[in-house]
């Protein structure tokens, strides 16, 4: 499998953007939000919020895209409508 890694979480937010426009239409309820946590300053984050009834599936494609990009993710489960995905650098 051939790896795509980016250089920046921002640059690597703006892929995810791209590739999932259509779940973050602006005016409408966003089933995919983005947010980069720099709260620890070793360790910058990006969460990919899942929120839908489909959140599992979409979490699937999401950790799917993330891995072609040599990032490391893990999954938080909140409920069964709102999933986490974190990445961070490698």
Known sequence: MTTDSVDSLEDLAARVDEEFGAHRQPNKFKTISLVIDTSRSDRST??????????????????????????????????????????TLN
């Open 46 to 87: 990006l969460i990919v919020h899942c929120d839908s009834e489909e959140a599992s599936s979409l979490a699937d494609e999401v950790e799917a895209f993330l891995r072609e990009h040599d990032v490391h993710i893990q999954r938080e489960h909140h409920s069964e409508t709102d999933i986490r995905v974190l990445a």
